[in-house]
């Protein structure tokens, strides 16, 4: 699954890269930050299924289809009668994105997440992720996101395994 995800991050950079050449606009650095609701789907554990989570995120936009991106995402905390389980980490993503209409545009993203999971103790673990949404063009430097990211495999034997997804709102800045 790893190397599927590796390899299709790795074709969309290459499509990105080859595709357009780049307009004078649409390079540049971006920076933001998401808030939204997490829901957990781990196994063997009686946990609350949802929480407040978010992410800072920074990236370069190369031209109008691809950019990559970096962000601190914490995955909230699920609360339970034997404990609670926490996850948060750096990730590091390929995002593709499609202008739909003027100042609208959907993006898909695909990559790897750097995570701590706590759960009676603490586990550090790489894993993939994948991600999707809309952004809207409030101002040339201002854009309001709306998106859905899964975090896969989180987790270890003592906290059971699953998936975390996050939906969010945001905010991002282009430089």
Do not use: C
């Not at 962000?71 to 390929?94: E, H, T």
């Not at 739909?100 to 701590?116: E, P």
Request: proline letters at 2%; hydrophobic letters at 40%; a negative charge.
């Amino acid at each position: 699954m790893k190397k599927q995800l590796v390899s299709t991050a790795v074709a969309l950079a290459a499509l990105g890269l080859v595709s357009n050449a780049f307009a004078a606009g649409d390079a540049g650095w971006y920076g933001g930050i998401n808030l939204g609701r997490a829901n957990q789907h781990l196994d063997g554990l009686d946990l609350e299924r949802h929480d407040t989570a978010g992410s800072a995120f920074a990236g370069y936009q190369f031209n109008p289809n691809f950019a990559v991106e970096g962000a601190y995402v914490d995955l909230g905390k699920f609360d339970g009668d034997s404990g609670s389980f926490k996850a948060r980490g750096a990730s590091a993503d390929a995002v593709g994105i499609i202008p739909v209409a003027r100042d609208w545009s959907v993006f898909g993203k695909a990559g790897l997440l750097y995570a701590k999971s706590e759960f009676n103790g603490s586990h550090w673990s790489t894993e993939p992720t994948l991600g999707a949404g809309v952004s809207y063009d409030v101002t040339r430097n201002v854009s309001a996101r709306v998106g859905w990211d899964r975090y896969f495999h989180l987790g270890n034997d003592l906290s059971g395994h699953g998936d975390v997804d996050l939906y969010t709102v945001g905010v991002a800045y282009k430089f």
